[in-house]
């Protein structure tokens, strides 16, 4: 789903040039598997599993993906650099859906990724490096109730949320390179919020919301080298942004919309 224009009031200020939204598939009904693979050029390699259960009331997807690719270097070859600069991802992700009655709806959705890139100091002559490297670990878990009342005109929806980032960025000295670098960073999200939906008929409707999300950070930084040691910490930061919003819409036949809203963030 691609919303284009701002989209602020209901998603925030990340939301200013518009919103890309990643709705993760529905299971079909019964028991269902996949599995294909993929080879290309540069060793690359992909390997993708998933397997779901769907019904009326339940449904459930899981789905894994690996991807190789071995054969590149990060400095331009051009200039004489060969050594091979491999690239891994492993990503899972799972998706619940619980309907206990007509009207009423959860859903958790979870994923995770965690990659290994190996780099090179530069692009240009002599920047092979054979130990530097990228390690980075993502997660992603939300949970969603929702339920439609009178007549499906309201729509009351409460969700929550975590992220999870981690970050290591490695380079020890080495035959190469004296260069010295150590930095890792973590940090993670929480985000807890409800919505109100109001569409007495089809050309109109009232979002009303309110959101709080919590966000905490820790990175350590070490370099040595041509420009002396720097050392830098980030200790426990935190910061909290606490919103309310509005929007209205108006309709006609798909010719005309007027939209107005207004979102009000305490940080």
Not at 165 to 172: A, G, R
Request: hydrophobic share 30%; with cysteine.
């Amino acid at each position: 789903e691609v919303i284009r224009g701002p989209q602020s009031t209901i998603y925030g200020s990340d939301a200013m040039g518009g919103v890309i939204n990643l709705i993760s598939k529905k299971a079909k009904q019964g028991v269902n598997a996949q599995l294909s693979s993929e080879a290309g050029s540069y060793n690359s390699f992909t390997q993708i599993g998933n397997v779901s259960y769907g019904s009326d009331e339940f449904d459930i997807s899981t789905g894994i993906t690996r991807q190789d690719i071995v054969g590149i270097s990060a400095a331009d070859a051009r200039f004489g650099n060969r050594e091979q600069d491999d690239y891994q991802n492993t990503s899972l992700s799972n998706r619940m859906r619980y309907a206990p009655s007509k009207g009423i709806e959860a859903t958790h959705t979870l994923r995770f990724a965690r990659s290994h890139t190996n780099l090179d100091n530069c692009g240009g002559v002599g920047c092979d490096d054979p130990n530097r490297w990228i390690r980075n670990n993502e997660f992603f878990t939300r949970g969603d109730v929702s339920a439609t009342l009178l007549n499906e005109t309201l729509t009351p929806a409460a969700y929550i949320s975590y992220t999870r980032h981690d970050l290591d960025d490695v380079n020890h000295p080495d035959a190469v390179s004296r260069e010295l670098l150590d930095s890792n960073f973590s940090g993670d999200i929480v985000t807890v919020g409800s919505r109100l939906t109001w569409a007495p008929v089809e050309a109109i409707s009232t979002v009303l919301g309110a959101e709080t999300q919590g966000e905490r950070a820790n990175s350590f930084y070490r370099s040595d080298g041509a420009f002396g040691p720097v050392e830098d910490t980030l200790d426990g930061q935190e910061a909290r942004t606490n919103s309310v919003y509005s929007e209205s819409l108006l309709s006609d036949s798909g010719t005309l919309y007027l939209d107005a809203g207004l979102r009000y963030d305490n940080h």
